[in-house]
Antibody, heavy 123, light 108 residues
Framework: VQLVESGGTLVQPGGSLRLSCAAS????????MNWVRQAPGKGLEWLSF????????YYADSVKGRFTISRDNARNSLYLQMSNLRADDTAVYSC?????????????????WGQGSLVSVSS | DIQMTQSPSTLSASVGDRVTITCRAS??????LAWYQQEPGKAPKLLIY???SLESGVPSRFSGSGSGTEFTLTISNLQPDDFATYYC??????????FGQGTRLEIK
């Protein structure tokens, strides 16, 4: 299993950015996927979830209305479109595979994480 | 949102020690709790799911317990690789997943 994020860079406040997560080593279309971020020196913050068929999507309040999660199962890729970025969005953004069992779904935890992509929001 | 509170925030211990980290939820989450280990500059690693189920490949010196609102992660016979930051995560409210603030385990 491998998850590799890309697209992180320095962006000005109010700007937009799209992050990608390339998945390999597993049947991507069969797993729900998540984005999680970690601000410098801080803890983990869950941001968003997308189901296997993109039919169910959830967002944390902190990014709702500004971030959009999507996926392309044909390309084994997960995306996070970020707009109206703020300084407090500065963080390492990671994708994480959701795993659930027959008795827990839709409740899921994260069994594999990518290394992350750094987004810096500053003028 | 369900608030997750870990204690202590920092824990000092020595190789060979047994340590316990506590995670409290602001409301009952049954057993829908996971624990992760994060070493500096690395991705988090799943240790425990459903409060007490050990993830495949994780050493048996790691154990989890609890249900409802109070949970513990115990590490026995601490090894040098165990000095890292640990996070709990609730997934009972799967539309608003939340993490504890983390517990940094440092060498005494």
């Amino acid at each position: 299993v491998q998850l590799v994020e890309s697209g992180g860079t320095l962006v000005q406040p109010g700007g937009s950015l799209r992050l990608s997560c390339a998945a390999s080593g597993f049947p991507f279309s069969l797993y729900g996927m998540n984005w999680v971020r970690q601000a410098p020196g801080k803890g983990l913050e869950w941001l968003s979830f997308i189901s296997t068929d993109s039919g169910t999507i959830y967002y944390a309040d902190s990014v709702k209305g500004r971030f959009t999660i999507s996926r392309d199962n044909a390309r084994n890729s997960l995306y996070l479109q970020m707009s109206n970025l703020r300084a407090d969005d500065t963080a390492v953004y990671s994708c994480a595979r959701g795993i659930c069992t027959s008795t827990s779904c839709p409740r899921h935890y994260f069994d594999f994480w990518g290394q992350g992509s750094l987004v810096s929001v500053s003028s | 949102d369900i608030q997750m509170t870990q204690s202590p925030s920092t824990l000092s211990a020595s190789v060979g020690d047994r340590v316990t980290i506590t995670c409290r939820a602001s409301q009952s989450i049954s057993s829908w709790l996971a624990w992760y280990q994060q070493e500096p500059g690395k991705a988090p690693k799943l240790l425990i799911y459903k409060a007490s189920s050990l993830e495949s490949g994780v050493p048996s010196r790691f154990s989890g317990s609890g249900s409802g609102t109070e949970f513990t992660l115990t590490i026995s016979n601490l090894q040098p690789d165990d000095f890292a930051t640990y996070y709990c995560q609730q997934y009972d409210d799967y539309s608003r997943i939340t993490f504890g603030q983390g517990t940094r385990l440092e060498i005494k």
